[in-house]
């Protein structure tokens, strides 16, 4: 009986390293920081079923799943699919998740995103003003009249950089507030375009 137990245990055990299980991180635009960190730490936590074994220079992950990075549109894109069940995790920066856990800021009125955990605090985030040289603009208040790109649609850039743009610029019209995905807004500068 004992024997039957061992043996049926066992089969288990195989017949569940054959299922193919993924583990999806949502990450950014693959332009950005998120998508190639994503990628990074995907390739650690994988070890999926047939893979070589750690000490044979194979995965040294978790035994079975694959994970993969997925690009996206970033913080609030990624808290959305977590939430709907598209994403097992997801890049967030800690404002956004803070605001969905508490449905305050962009989720006031929403409800919560109960779900949602922190795994780990990868970095500080910085965001940085980059204008062309013969741009004319050495501070904020110089986007006066200017085009100006922040990031694309659901990025924590997007909603993080825009309030504090706007309260510094109050009183100074931009030409322009462009929307677009950071590889764009990169070739958009070299074109003379913002």
Known sequence: MAGAAIAVG???????????KFFHIGTGG???????????????ISNPPGSRACNEGGSCGVPGPIATAVASNGSVGNVNSINGGTLEAGFSQSDVAYWAQTGTGLWEGQPTVEKLRLIANLYPESIHLVARKDA???????????KVSLDEPGSGTLLLIAPELVSTLIGV?????????QSLAGRALALDEI
């Open 10 to 20: 066992l089969m288990f055990q195989f017949a569940a390293a054959q299922d193919m």
């Open 30 to 44: 693959t332009a950005g920081t998120y998508y190639p960190i994503g990628g990074l730490i995907a390739n650690a």
């Open 173 to 181: 019209a931009i030409l322009a507030l462009i929307v677009e995905r």
């Open 136 to 146: 004319g603009i050495a501070s904020v208040a110089d986007l006066k009249g200017k």
